[in-house]
């Protein structure tokens, strides 16, 4: 999850675009990029005052002195003054970039060096205004237009007039998307409206399709996919293969693999080494699944 550009989904649903929690560069190649130093110097002040932080977060080894340091779990945001939006990107950023393994995109760059800085009363107003009651820092206008684009969801026909008419398709709500909330809801009607009047099905990095797959809507979950739902496999829980096998959901499994062939792959962490989608699918000792998944691996 997290791709560049994306919305942010790490502690919470956020308005704010990904940056930086992947790296994208070797950094055994070396990089013939280079950044102005007022990009460094502004995007090092933001690192080093992050705006919230989880262990769980992302982090880096360093050494200083010869004794080796974790540091990182933090996150910043930074205000795009120009397109009215935010970006979200880890405080180790500036550590990736430096390094070599990571080159944001122009966009964010450029908001770095037309934004406020860290300490100005624009960006510390926002600072201060960030937290859950707030919606991580909507303004009071676009609180209220969530709270009643969610009161309206009972009502298709006033669901769909309310979001048409304040052009809200695309609104994040504590949910994440309006789709992601509708599949959640059991709101079958609304998503495949939602969907046929085009919100953004990628903007949560294929959340929506892991929804419909756990709420085991195969109606949504098809739908996703012949819209050509983007789909991120980088880590196993976030493989909707991995997780329709789980859920033995054998419609699934099959429209998956014959639609998505870059999902089978196998997975090494602290918990398995080269686990296949056949080793998984084999545990679940579930003979239908076993048997699509060995038809796809010819």
């Known amino acids: ?22 790296t994208n560069f070797d950094s055994t190649v070396e990089s013939k990029e280079t950044f102005d130093s007022i990009f460094i110097e502004k995007l090092t002040s933001y690192c080093e005052n992050p ?38 990107a880890p405080n180790v950023i500036i550590d990736d970039i430096l390094s070599g393994k990571y080159i944001p995109p122009i966009e964010f760059i450029d908001a770095v060096l037309t934004g406020p800085t860290f300490d100005s009363e624009e960006y510390q107003e926002f600072y201060l205004n960030y937290s859950e009651k707030n919606f991580w820092g909507e303004n009071e206008e676009n609180f209220e237009k969530i709270a009643k684009v969610l009161e309206l969801a009972g ?29 959640t809801e059991g709101k079958e009607k609304e998503a495949l409206w939602l969907i046929e009047n085009g919100i953004d099905i990628n903007a949560f990095d294929g959340l929506e399709l892991m929804t419909a797959i756990k709420k085991n809507n195969n ?73 699509i998944v060995k038809k796809y691996l010819v």
């Open 1 to 22: 999850m997290n791709s560049d550009m994306t919305k942010y989904c790490y502690q919470h649903f956020e308005n704010a675009y990904n940056i930086g929690w992947n």
């Open 51 to 88: 705006l919230n932080s989880d262990l769980n977060g992302v982090c880096r080894e360093t050494e200083i002195d010869g004794k080796k340091y974790v540091k990182g779990f933090g996150e910043i945001r930074i205000i795009d003054l120009k397109k009215k939006i935010r970006y979200a």
């Open 155 to 183: 009502d298709l026909e006033g669901f769909k007039d309310y979001i048409l008419n304040n052009d809200l398709i695309n609104i994040v709500v504590p949910e994440g998307s309006l789709l992601n909330y509708a599949i």
């Open 219 to 291: 109606i949504i979950a098809k739908k996703l996919i012949d819209e050509g739902i983007v789909i991120n496999s980088r880590e196993m829980n976030d493989n909707p293969l991995v997780s329709a096998i789980r859920f033995s959901n054998a419609f699934l499994v099959e429209e998956l693999m014959k639609n998505y062939r870059d999902l089978i792959v196998a997975y090494s962490n602290e918990y398995v080494r080269n686990c296949s989608v056949l080793d998984i699918a084999e545990r679940t000792k579930n003979e239908k699944i076993i048997n």
